[in-house]
Every structure is written in structure tokens, then in C-alpha cells.
């Protein structure tokens, strides 16, 4: 049904194309979900930014592009002093881990026909955090973004959509924990469902041998 590959160009900056412009994708839908943390001690904080969008690629081929970000302005930093707003370093770490043991994966179902597939994440920016410091004269300024660099975004692809409905989940470590909605009809289409759980099994992986 569907190919993975390396997402083209950054969800927020496509937002805008024109509609029917030659040689580029036409954004049908697209939305931006904050990943919350599971157990708050006050209000949950936004830990990360998923960005989803629905393109028409060419005549009866969409593509849906996903893409997690550790970074944005809506991004909130981890508890503590060190922590600065639009960057959180711990779901930067977490991103490193699920990507050197190859346990971030996105399983996309077509509802019609029930063919899956997975992909493998083929984009990944990479930056140092913001972090503030303590100088040695008491005063609190910035670190300047030193130490290793680690994931900011991790962006996935599914191309080759034929027109029909179809559903993706996102699987870290063998746990749903973002799932997407969608549907188009060769001209027009839209995200249905967005939405951040935690699974204890994939319903679409649930289907594979």
C-alpha cells in the first residue's frame, strides 16, 4: 500500500503552500498535538510537540508526515532550575534511546483493505539543549548549549496513500502511545483522529503475522 521515506520539508513551514501550486504537495489537513507528561505533581507539562500532516503528493497519492519534537514554543523543560523554556532535555534523551535500539516505529493500517506497514524513523535533527548554569560568582546564565548533541525532532513519512482511510500508531518499546486518524478521496482529505495514549498493544500491530 504505502512506502516510508524522508519527509518533505518541516511540517510548520508547509502549512502555508498554496493550494494547487506546480511541483509541491497540497496540505490537506494538518494539527499539532502537545505530548503530555503521565504523572504530573501540578499540571501536566508538554514534554514534547507531534506535528501531523496530511499531503497530496500527485493524482491519487497522499502522504501523511509525522514529525516529534523535543523543541518549540510550546515545548516546556523539565522540573528544576536548569530547564529552559522551549527545549526539554529528558524527552531529547528518551528520543536518543528509542532510536539507537530501533524502538520507535510508526505502523500505519489501511482500514479498507487491512495491508499494514512500519517505518523506521529517516529523518532525525539534531542539536545541543538550552540549559542555564550557575557561574561561580552566583550569577544564573545560559550554558550555551554545551554538551552532546541529542535528537530535537524525529520526523516519519508514509507516501503512496492511495485514497481510502487508514489509521497510524506510533510504538515506542512495543507501546502505542499516538495514534492518527485519516481520510481522503483522491482530491480532498483530513486528519479525523489525534490523539496521545498508551497502550498496552497496538491494535494495528495486532493484525501482523
Known amino acids: 500500500m504505502a512506502g516510508c521515506g524522508v519527509a518533505w520539508g518541516a511540517i510548520l513551514g508547509d502549512a502555508g503552500t498554496p493550494r494547487g501550486e506546480p511541483g509541491r504537495p497540497v496540505v490537506l489537513d494538518a494539527t ?23 499531503e497530496r503528493r500527485k493524482e491519487n497519492e497522499a502522504a501523511l508526515v509525522l514529525e516529534i519534537s523535543a523543541v518549540g514554543p510550546r515545548v516546556e523543560p523539565e522540573r528544576g532550575w536548569e530547564g529552559v523554556r522551549g527545549a526539554n ?25 487491512g495491508e499494514t506497514s512500519s517505518c523506521l524513523p529517516f529523518s532525525v535533527r539534531r542539536g545541543r539543549i538550552p540549559l542555564r548554569r550557575a557561574f561561580p560568582d552566583g550569577r544564573i546564565g545560559w550554558n550555551d548549549r554545551t554538551g552532546p548533541e541529542a ?8 507516501a503512496g496513500l492511495a485514497p481510502g482511510t487508514y489509521r497510524s500508531e506510533v510504538v515506542a518499546r512495543g507501546r502505542a502511545r499516538f495514534r492518527v486518524g485519516l481520510a481522503w478521496d483522491g482530491r480532498e482529505g483530513e486528519i479525523r483522529v489525534a490523539e496521545v495514549g498508551d497502550a498496552e498493544a497496538s491494535a494495528v500491530r495486532g493484525v501482523l503475522p
Open 151 to 158: 535528537p530535537l525532532e524525529v520526523r516519519f513519512e508514509v
Open 89 to 113: 532535555r529528558k524527552t531529547a534523551q528518551e528520543l536518543r534511546a528509542l532510536l539507537a535500539s530501533d524502538e520507535l516505529v510508526l505502523w500505519t493500517m489501511d482500514l479498507g483493505s
Open 32 to 54: 499539532f498535538v502537545p505530548f503530555l507528561e503521565d504523572d504530573p505533581i501540578e499540571r501536566p507539562r508538554i514534554l514534547a510537540d507531534i506535528g501531523i500532516q496530511l
